[in-house]
């Protein structure tokens, strides 16, 4: 296998407002990547249209997740943050993608049975091919490193399974061309930290999503401070106050999801944080946690809200954003061009 450079890639769909789930886990961990290796930050605007979106909305949301992007401390020139639609060769590879990857495959993305629903034949086209987009997304820059939730676990197994299909197919071709064996790194996923998965507020046994009809299953990042408060007043708890050892937490998934809130708001363990409130009841870590939440989150959220109230600002960082990762990303798309044998001009 060929060296390949650290690089770390991630996208957010542009799609309804941005929830305590998001910022913890994948936002608040892309920042911290920034520290370890070059990264490409990516609003998956082709992706949010694999279900129908409101135009004018779809374009404000592009600008929010931005802004959110920036506000929590993600730097625009360190770091290349754009729209994946202004950069054609996400969409470009992922038609080559879609002759390497195998209907079979595809066939068991659990994520499309999902959305997709009982009416499978009224899905989009887009929504099935869904994967195949997102591995073009991280292979178009040949990223190592992909940090995202639990639940993306199998489409970047299927990333990592069209690569290697990709150079073993074209084994030959990648060596022809100077490519050394192997093509496209085998990307690894980077799944973790004390908030991979943040439930709801209202069941800890299901993640906390957009999509739940109740707002109090979530903290949205543009909640202020009363509204933060009596949400996680709200939150479903168990009647048993908070255990000393985080083995305590099996089984109580709502105490579970708290603690590991606090733990990845504060940036601790949730041993460090049982260590301080074990014995406590629920009523006095909810204090506790209110007060941290608002502390952390309200000034996230008055910088987005200076952001997005300059849409000419945010659209020059997705400019530039996106120009610096075409900068990439086309070098890629002419070799996989030579590699599978079309003729291109320039050569
Ligand atoms: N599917 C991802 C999600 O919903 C978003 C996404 C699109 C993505 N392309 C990506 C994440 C590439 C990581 C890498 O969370």
Same mark, same amino acid.
């Given at each position: 296998?060929?060296?390949?450079?650290?690089?770390?890639? =991630?996208?957010?769909? $542009?799609?309804? *407002?941005?929830?305590?789930? *998001?910022?913890?886990?994948?936002?608040?961990?892309?920042?911290?990547?920034?520290?370890?290796? +070059?990264?490409?930050?990516?609003?998956?605007?082709?992706? #949010?249209?694999?279900?129908?979106?409101?135009?004018?909305?779809?374009?404000?949301?592009?600008?929010?997740?931005? @802004?959110?992007?920036?506000? #929590?401390?993600?730097? $625009?020139?360190?770091?290349?943050?754009?729209?994946?639609?202004?950069?054609?060769?996400?969409?470009?590879?992922?038609?080559?993608?879609?002759?390497?990857?195998?209907?079979?495959?595809?066939?068991?993305?659990?994520?499309?049975?999902?959305?997709?629903?009982?009416?499978?034949?009224?899905?989009?086209?887009?929504?099935?091919?869904?994967? &195949?987009?997102? #591995?073009?997304?991280?292979?178009?820059?040949?990223?190592?490193?992909?940090?995202?939730?639990?639940?993306?676990?199998?489409?970047?197994?299927?990333?990592?399974?069209?690569?290697?299909?990709? *150079?073993?197919?074209?084994?030959?071709?990648? %060596?022809?061309?100077?490519?050394? %064996?192997?093509?496209?790194?085998?990307?690894?996923?980077?799944?973790?930290?004390?908030?991979?998965? &943040?439930?709801?507020?209202? !069941?800890?046994?299901?993640?906390?999503?957009?999509?739940? $009809?109740? !707002?109090?299953?979530?903290?949205?990042?543009? !909640? +202020?401070? +009363?509204?933060?408060?009596?949400? &996680?007043?709200?939150?479903?708890?168990?009647?048993?106050?908070?255990?000393?050892?985080? #083995?305590?937490?099996?089984?109580? $998934? %709502?105490?579970?999801?708290?603690?590991?809130?606090?733990?990845?708001?504060?940036?601790?363990?949730?041993?460090?944080?049982?260590?301080?409130?074990?014995?406590?009841?629920? =009523?006095?870590?909810?204090?506790?946690?209110?007060?941290?939440?608002?502390?952390?989150?309200?000034?996230?959220?008055?910088?987005?809200?200076?952001?997005?109230?300059?849409?000419?600002?945010? !659209? @020059?960082?997705?400019?530039?954003?996106?120009?610096?990762?075409?900068?990439?990303?086309?070098?890629?798309?002419?070799?996989?061009?030579?590699?599978?044998?079309?003729?291109?001009?320039?050569?």
């Amino acid at each position: 296998m060929a060296a390949f450079k650290k690089l770390v890639f =991630s996208g957010v769909q $542009p799609t309804g *407002n941005l929830h305590l789930g *998001n910022y913890l886990g994948a936002i608040k961990r892309f920042v911290e990547m920034q520290e370890r290796a +070059d990264c490409l930050y990516c609003v998956v605007d082709l992706h #949010a249209i694999t279900l129908w979106q409101n135009p004018a909305e779809l374009r404000t949301q592009i600008r929010e997740v931005t @802004a959110a992007f920036i506000a #929590a401390g993600i730097d $625009p020139k360190r770091s290349i943050v754009f729209n994946q639609s202004q950069v054609p060769q996400h969409a470009e590879l992922a038609w080559i993608f879609n002759c390497v990857a195998r209907l079979g495959w595809l066939n068991r993305m659990t994520q499309f049975k999902d959305k997709a629903g009982k009416d499978r034949e009224n899905a989009s086209v887009g929504l099935y091919d869904y994967p &195949v987009l997102m #591995a073009a997304d991280i292979l178009a820059y040949r990223a190592t490193h992909v940090p995202v939730g639990e639940d993306q676990k199998q489409h970047l197994e299927l990333t990592r399974d069209i690569a290697q299909k990709f *150079n073993t197919d074209f084994a030959e071709s990648i %060596e022809a061309h100077g490519h050394g %064996e192997g093509f496209f790194p085998i990307t690894e996923p980077l799944i973790g930290g004390p908030a991979a998965r &943040v439930m709801s507020l209202r !069941d800890g046994t299901k993640k906390m999503s957009k999509s739940d $009809p109740s !707002d109090y299953s979530r903290i949205n990042l543009t !909640d +202020d401070a +009363d509204a933060i408060a009596q949400k &996680v007043r709200k939150a479903k708890t168990d009647p048993e106050p908070l255990p000393s050892e985080a #083995a305590g937490l099996n089984g109580r $998934p %709502e105490a579970d999801n708290l603690v590991g809130i606090f733990a990845a708001l504060r940036g601790a363990t949730r041993e460090a944080v049982l260590a301080e409130y074990g014995g406590a009841q629920f =009523s006095a870590f909810k204090g506790a946690l209110v007060e941290l939440a608002v502390e952390s989150l309200s000034p996230l959220s008055a910088e987005m809200k200076r952001l997005v109230a300059d849409p000419a600002h945010i !659209d @020059a960082v997705l400019a530039d954003g996106s120009e610096r990762a075409a900068a990439i990303a086309a070098p890629t798309l002419d070799a996989v061009k030579d590699i599978v044998g079309f003729v291109r001009r320039g050569r």
